[in-house]
């Protein structure tokens, strides 16, 4: 049992920047974040892999968005420049990705936290 807590979600207006907080109880081998907006389908952000700093993130979030751990090792940052209404969404982190699973597959974690909601004004 992994628990995950986000923080660090508002409002803020298009071209803003937010950076949300993901706490773990515990070593994780990888964090990903994901998203959720209102009636959409549920898209993996990135993912932070912990012993080779290593991230991947969605082409949706490329070049806006970045990964990054704290040197608690137990907090992992996303960073969030150039926000869009497009972006406003609940957000997640996750961890435990299963065996076979893929990164970018949202089915593919056992761990959630309970989200922060992410809100971008025109």
């Known amino acids: 049992q992994v628990l995950l807590q986000e923080s660090g979600g508002g409002t803020v207006q298009a071209g803003g920047s937010l950076r949300l907080s993901c706490r773990a109880s515990?070593?994780?081998?990888?964090t990903t974040w994901l998203r959720q907006a209102s009636g959409k389908e549920r898209e993996v952000v990135g993912i932070?892999?912990?012993?080779?700093?290593?991230?991947e993130y969605a082409d949706s979030v490329m070049g806006r968005f970045s990964i990054s751990q704290d040197n608690d090792r137990n907090t992992v940052y996303l960073q969030m420049n150039g926000l869009k209404p497009e972006d406003t969404a609940m957000y997640y982190c996750a961890a435990g990705l299963k065996l076979g699973g893929r990164w970018n597959d949202p089915a593919a974690y056992n761990y959630w936290g309970q989200g922060t909601q992410v809100t971008v004004s025109s």
């Open positions: 515990q070593y994780t081998h990888s």
């Open positions: 932070f892999y912990e012993l080779s700093a290593r991230t």
